[in-house]
């Protein structure tokens, strides 16, 4: 059992180890903010439903206090009018109106409280929520900084100068041959031949005495 036992935790460490390198950190924290909005999610619904219960109750002891109210209006009417039977009646049902209206006020009063510690409740929840959420926008940029710094580290230090100032050595001289190309083959081209002035001179007037002879 003894060998057992270790080859269990061996393998155990061994599995730790292999999630601890494969978890990535911004993918947990990310998880832990949708599990956050998961409880916004359901802290809201839950003020929800007792904002709702909060107002049926506000409403069953503003209808039992109308209850009240009119029994007791009716009860003075009935002893104005001498009517002591219905008097009586309507003094009953007042007294146990007044009874329920007791235990729903205070149930009501209750029922506020629990609304107003809920509330804090959420308020700390949306406080840490806002919190994590604005550290999160932090840490995701400082990530993408230091990945795109160490994008740029690597790339400049794949760079090798020596092997770019060979290429525009070699593209240098490249030009350099097309302009010596160009230069020789201008000396190819026959040139018109140029004519002196005096000469032309010459043969104007030897045309012109030719003209006067003829």
Do not use: C, W
Not at 160 to 167: I, N, T
């Amino acid at each position: 059992m003894g060998i057992f036992n270790r080859v269990k935790t061996i393998v155990k460490a061994d599995l730790n180890e292999l999630l601890d390198r494969v978890e990535d950190p911004i993918s947990l924290m990310n998880q832990y903010m949708r599990e956050l909005d998961e409880q916004v999610d359901q802290a809201k619904d839950a003020l929800a439903q007792q904002l709702y219960l909060e107002k049926r109750h506000e409403q069953l002891v503003a209808g039992v206090a109308a209850v009240v109210a009119k029994r007791s209006r009716q009860a003075e009417l009935a002893v104005a009018k001498g009517e002591d039977t219905i008097a009586r009646i309507a003094l009953q049902e007042k007294l146990n109106e007044e009874a329920k209206l007791k235990v729903y006020s205070e149930q009501y009063a209750a029922m506020k409280q629990q609304t107003s510690a809920l509330r804090d409740q959420i308020d700390v929840l949306l406080e840490k929520y806002n919190e994590l959420a604005n550290r999160r926008l932090v840490l995701l940029s400082r990530a993408h900084a230091a990945k795109a710094q160490e994008q740029l580290q690597g790339a400049i230090a794949s760079f090798s100068a020596d092997q770019a100032l060979k290429g525009f050595n070699r593209v240098e001289d490249y030009v350099q041959r097309l302009e010596a190309q160009a230069l020789a083959g201008s000396y190819f081209i026959p040139s018109a031949p140029s004519v002196d002035m005096e000469v032309q001179e010459a043969v104007e007037r030897e045309l012109a005495l030719l003209k006067e002879n003829k």
